[in-house]
């Protein structure tokens, strides 16, 4: 999906211990979640070295 199509929409679940929720107040869309997969492997290229040195 299209990050443009993300921010369009007005709601997102939540997930919990039960499932997924609609909780407004938790889920304030300050911040997304991307099931991404493509653009994880280019996040982690770009960080991967910078968390290696911090973590060994």
């Known amino acids: 999906m299209p990050l443009q199509r993300l921010v369009l929409r007005k709601s997102y679940p939540i997930s919990t211990h039960r499932g997924f929720e609609m909780r407004p107040d938790i889920r304030n869309h300050q911040r997304v ?16 070295y910078h968390v290696r040195l911090i973590t060994y």
Do not use: K, Y
Request: hydrophobic content about 45%; overall charge negative; proline content about 0%.
């Open 33 to 48: 979640i991307l099931d991404d997969r493509e653009r994880a492997f280019d996040l982690w290229q770009r960080v991967s």
